[in-house]
């Protein structure tokens, strides 16, 4: 029988120092994680010292979270609608910040797709599919450099969101192999890695490998057997 590891010794002290030298998007993100970690006595206590606890109030009754799919249609709604957009004068001084709008927008896409992460495990796969397409979706719609959803000072596109793919990607490829036809999984997930992907390309056509029925797996040999001949 093996024993848990134990829980790391943290000195806040050397926590506090190490929070100070973070950019402030890091720190906004580190707090929205917090929200999600914390119980709701301590999130209480946290919020009355800065906020308002009654305008924290649910508008109707006790609140009740909606379903994946439904939030990430509100997520997309908001962000095509331009309500997480922000943006400024750049100059060689600021030319490196990040707007609050676009540290909102990134937090709450990271929160939906670790909620697409959980919820494959016990959830309909075909739901969780579909909330993760419209997230990647959003991902693209950013790569077109479209400018309506979030601003970046500097040289923006998806890769600043920060997604972590060897995390996201296999749980991805369990919901699309139990849903998908055999040519769209293959094409799909070819699509996908060329995207946002590439450096770990090779590796996680490994894992979709593994994990795809047999059919699917030899639509995978075929596709990228004719993306080798069309080069």
Avoid at 90 to 97: A, F, L, S
Avoid at 142 to 155: K, R, S, Y
Avoid at 156 to 174: A, E, I, M, T, Y
Avoid at 186 to 192: D, G, H, L, V
Wanted: glycine share 6%; hydrophobic share 40%.
């Amino acid at each position: 029988m093996t024993m848990d590891p134990k829980p790391i010794q943290m000195d806040r002290d050397k926590l506090r120092a190490q929070i100070r030298r973070l950019g402030n998007e890091y720190v906004f993100y580190m707090l929205d994680d917090a929200i999600e970690l914390l119980p709701p006595t301590k999130i209480l206590k946290l919020a009355k010292k800065y906020l308002d606890l009654e305008r924290l109030r649910p508008d109707s009754g006790p609140a009740t979270r909606p379903s994946l799919l439904m939030d990430v249609e509100r997520f997309e709604k908001a962000s095509l609608a331009g309500d997480y957009y922000e943006s400024f004068d750049v100059n060689g001084k600021n030319c490196t910040q990040m707007p609050a709008g676009t540290c909102a927008w990134i937090a709450d896409f990271r929160r939906l797709l670790d909620r697409c992460v959980t919820n494959a495990k016990e959830s309909d796969p075909g739901e969780v599919l579909q909330a993760t397409d419209i997230l990647f979706g959003l991902l693209d719609h950013i790569n077109e450099c479209l400018d309506d959803v979030i601003f970046f000072a500097d040289e923006g596109g998806s890769w600043q969101v920060g997604v972590d793919w060897d995390r996201v990607l296999p749980v991805w490829f369990k919901v699309l192999s139990a849903t998908a036809e055999p040519m769209d999984y293959a094409e799909k997930i070819t699509a996908m890695l060329s995207s946002h992907y590439r450096y770990g390309r090779d590796k996680m056509l490994v894992i979709a490998r593994r994990i795809a029925t047999s059919e699917q797996r030899q639509a995978l040999a075929e596709v990228g057997r004719a993306k080798r001949e069309a080069r």
